[in-house]
């Protein structure tokens, strides 16, 4: 026996852009907190690559200089600072960021 499921409205403005509210008020706040998340997404994926060259130019003068790969004292160091301040969350993040700028293990 199939069960018939209610299709929920979409709710969007009047340009079409979906918001999840018939509201106007509710949507034009939606509208603008999305789009200073959208500035700060953007703020974030210059300030990653930012680092990652950063990075890379570390490793990089460093094996240059006779030095090793890693440091790993300074990964952990980096590693807790992002847990102690995010949580989890924080350490897989930590994670990504040092992947992004020595590459793989």
Known sequence: MA???AEQPVESTGAGIQT???EPDAAQH???LRERINEID?????LWQERAALSQQVGRTRMASGGTRLVLSREREILDRFREALGADGTQLALLLLRAGRGPL
């Open 3 to 5: 069960t018939e499921v």
């Open 20 to 22: 999840g509210t018939s």
């Open 30 to 32: 939606i509208l603008g």
């Open 42 to 46: 953007h703020e974030l994926i210059a």
